[in-house]
T-cell receptor, first 114, second 110 residues
């Protein structure tokens, strides 16, 4: 499809397990963002890539969170040693230009840590 | 204090009603403002950007008040299909972060 694709759509992890969430942005989009959305809250910024460069990772909540976009296209968000408070929907967005104007979101990965 | 504050609602209005949402932001240097719509268990989708002079798209009107640091969204002639959560988004222009409000829930009742 032509939209932002995220996988898996749902992930159940045992506490302490490592998880990897994938984002396929719209082809040719320069900017890529990761957000975390807890139930009943708005999305919270995690990190931003411009092509392969991670320009802002100030929103990553701890050093257990790591994101990469090695070839400037697909991105992976990795969470090590998952905790229950990591349970949330992780949203990826891409934009054709620098910054966030008219960003398009994927459907998200719903992570549940048990 | 949060960067962006929204009344979470819920707003329950009859079909055909006019409803308005406000959103306040804390950083006076903010430059970019948006309204996104999010349906239950779906991703946020851009509804409209908010320009300094105000802008209208069909039944939707967005306005920016820099002096009072708030943006608003007005929906006229509400439709059942307008039922969703409306998210206010602000770029404080200090980086690449965009700050989302918690969202305002709207239910349009037949």
């Amino acid at each position: 499809g032509a939209g932002v694709s995220q996988s898996p759509r749902y992930k159940v992890a045992k506490r302490g397990q490592d998880v990897a969430l994938r984002c396929d942005p719209i082809s040719g989009h320069v900017s890529l963002f990761w957000y975390q959305q807890a139930l009943g809250q708005g999305p919270e910024f995690l990190t931003y890539f411009q092509n392969e460069a991670q320009l802002d990772k100030s929103g990553l909540p701890s050093d257990r969170f790591f994101a990469e976009r090695p070839e400037g296209s697909v991105s992976t968000l990795k969470i090590q040693r998952t905790q229950q408070e990591d349970s949330a929907v992780y949203l990826c967005a891409s934009s054709p230009i620098q910054g966030h104007a008219e960003a398009f979101f994927g459907q998200g990965t719903r992570l549940t840590v048990v | 204090r949060k960067e962006v504050e929204q009344d979470p609602g819920p707003f329950n209005v009859p079909e055909g009603a006019t409803v308005a949402f406000n959103c306040t932001y804390s950083n006076s240097a903010s430059q970019s403002f948006f309204w996104y719509r999010q349906d239950c268990r779906k991703e946020p989708k851009l509804l409209m950007s908010v320009y300094s002079s105000g802008n209208e798209d069909g039944r939707f009107t967005a306005q920016l008040n820099r002096a009072s640091q708030y943006i608003s969204l007005l929906i006229r002639d509400s439709k059942l299909s307008d039922s969703a959560t409306y998210l206010c988004v602000v770029n404080p222009n200090t980086g690449n972060q965009f700050y989302f409000g918690t969202g305002t829930s709207l239910t349009v009742i037949p």
